[in-house]
């Protein structure tokens, strides 16, 4: 049998001041939310048509990038919007996924070679891979330190879609 022996200090804390945090993390999601519609027209601006919709849903923002021939969901680039890291530490993990394409070694095998020259990069960014058939082949951890922070999302995560764009274009079968 468990006994209970009162609430924590920590519990006391959060329930004297739920409200004042509860509006802090609504205002941290607006302003995320904001922040990912200003890449989103960033990203639109430097990628055209390519980058078609941005989606938030439970806690995430999707960009969708899309083939320019066929016009189906090429790869999806998601980022967890309301991480405190953006605001305190001005990083991002950024997931790079290709649903279609994750089974076609014509164009996994080249987006392996990518993943390992993204880890040796510069930037030092760690860079974590995933099973070829999960949603997500690969996620960046960006920094967007810097007197712009959309400006340093999308010189650091447009390339890599720009990358992935020439490796499905040069696929000799497939969808695309």
């Not at 950024?94 to 996994?108: D, E, R, S, T, Y």
Request: hydrophobic content about 45%.
């Amino acid at each position: 049998m468990t006994s209970f022996t009162g609430f924590s200090e920590a519990a006391r804390l959060y329930a004297a001041n739920e409200e004042i945090v509860d509006a802090m993390y609504g205002r941290l999601k607006a302003d995320a939310v904001s922040y990912f519609d200003a890449v989103h027209g960033e990203l639109r601006a430097r990628l055209g048509p390519r980058i078609v919709e941005l989606s938030n849903t439970s806690g995430y923002s999707y960009f969708r990038v899309r083939a320019q021939r066929e016009g189906a969901e090429l790869a999806s680039v998601w980022v967890q919007r309301a991480d405190g890291r953006l605001v305190r530490d001005a990083k991002v993990l950024v997931g790079f996924g290709m649903p279609l394409l994750a089974a076609q070694p014509n164009v996994l095998t080249p987006v392996v070679e990518l993943v390992d020259q993204l880890a040796t990069g510069p930037d030092g960014e760690r860079v974590q891979r995933r099973k070829p058939t999960a949603a997500t082949l690969f996620q960046i951890d960006v920094s967007v330190e810097g007197q712009d922070p959309v400006r340093a999302f999308c010189d650091r995560v447009a390339p890599v879609i720009e990358s992935i764009l020439t490796i499905v274009g040069k696929a000799p079968s497939g969808p695309f």
